[in-house]
C-alpha cells in the first residue's frame, strides 16, 4: 500500500539543503555512526522519518538538531548519498526562522553567539561569550564560575579582546551567506511536489 503524505517539510528541508529526504530507505547507517545518537530524544534516522512525513514537532522541535556536532559521520555513511549533515543544518536555521528554538537547547544560544562573536572581533573573545551567555540564561549563571576562574588563573582566558581580520571575517561570514541564499533560489528550481509517497523501510535495518 502507497501512503501518500504532506512534503511541505521535506519541499523547505530540499530548498535550503538542496537534499531530498525521501530518499532515506531507514537503514540506520547514520544513526549508528552518529557520536550523539544516544544522548537525544531522537537519532538521524528518526528525524530523516520525521522530515519525511511532515513532522514538524518532531524533526524542528527536536533536542537532537541541537547536539548534532555536524561531525558528517551520517553523511560519508549514508547508502543513499543523502547530506544528512546539510539536512540537521537546514532544520537548525528552520527552527530559528520560526522562533522554535527550544529553550533548553543553551548549544543554539552558544552557536549564535560564537557567529556573532566572530563577526565582530575577527576571532572569538571568550569572556564577552561566556558573560553574553550568562546573561541571556541567568539559571546557568553559577555554571562553569570555578572552571572560568582556573582558566583565568593558568592564564588560558583573555580578559581582553584579541582583534583578528575583521573585515576578512566580515567578507567570509557575507560569502558563506551569499552561497546559501544561491543554494537555496537553485534548489528552488528542484522542487520537491506537493505531496510524496513514503518509500517502504528497509528490512530490518542495520543495527
Ligand atoms: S543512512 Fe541514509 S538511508 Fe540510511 S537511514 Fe540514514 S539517511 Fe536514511
Ligand atoms: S553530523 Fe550530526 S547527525 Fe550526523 S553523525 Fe555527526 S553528530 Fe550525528
Same mark, same amino acid.
Given at each position: 500500500m502507497t501512503t501518500t503524505i504532506d512534503a511541505t517539510l521535506a519541499r523547505r528541508v530540499n530548498r535550503g539543503s +538542496?537534499? *531530498?529526504?525521501?530518499?532515506?530507505?531507514?537503514c540506520k547507517k547514520c544513526s549508528t555512526g552518529c557520536p550523539v545518537a544516544g544522548f537525544g530524544d531522537l537519532h538521524p534516522a528518526q528525524i530523516?522519518?520525521?522530515?519525511?512525513? +511532515?513532522?514538524?514537532?518532531?524533526?524542528?522541535?527536536?533536542?537532537f538538531i541541537w547536539l548534532?556536532? +555536524?561531525?558528517e559521520t551520517c553523511t560519508t555513511r549514508?547508502?543513499?548519498?543523502?547530506?544528512?549533515?546539510?539536512?540537521?543544518?537546514?532544520?537548525?536555521?528552520?527552527?530559528?526562522e520560526e522562533h522554535r528554538v527550544r529553550s533548553d537547547a543553551p548549544f543554539a544560544n552558544i552557536l549564535k553567539l560564537n557567529y556573532d562573536s566572530?563577526?565582530?572581533? +575577527?576571532?572569538?573573545?571568550e569572556?564577552?561569550?561566556?558573560?553574553?551567555?550568562?546573561?541571556?540564561?541567568?539559571?546557568?549563571?553559577?555554571?562553569?564560575?570555578v572552571m572560568g576562574i582556573r582558566m583565568f588563573l593558568k592564564g588560558k582566558i583573555n580578559p581582553l579582546p584579541t582583534f583578528g581580520?575583521?573585515?576578512?571575517?566580515?567578507?567570509?561570514?557575507?560569502?558563506?551567506?551569499?552561497? *546559501?541564499?544561491d543554494k537555496r533560489a537553485v534548489s528552488r528550481a528542484m522542487d520537491l511536489p506537493d505531496t510524496a509517497s513514503l518509500p517502504p523501510a528497509s528490512p530490518g535495518g542495520v543495527r
Open positions: +538542496g537534499e *531530498n529526504a525521501y530518499k532515506c530507505y531507514q530523516m522519518r520525521a522530515v519525511q512525513l +511532515g513532522a514538524v514537532e518532531a524533526a524542528v522541535d527536536s533536542r548534532c556536532t +555536524g561531525c549514508c547508502p543513499q548519498g543523502i547530506d544528512i549533515a546539510a539536512i540537521m543544518d537546514e532544520l537548525r536555521m528552520i527552527a530559528r566572530f563577526r565582530r572581533w +575577527g576571532r572569538l573573545y569572556v564577552e561569550l561566556l558573560a553574553l551567555d550568562k546573561a541571556t540564561r541567568l539559571s546557568s549563571l553559577t555554571d562553569d564560575v581580520d575583521r573585515a576578512q571575517m566580515k567578507r567570509m561570514t557575507d560569502v558563506a551567506d551569499r552561497i *546559501n541564499r
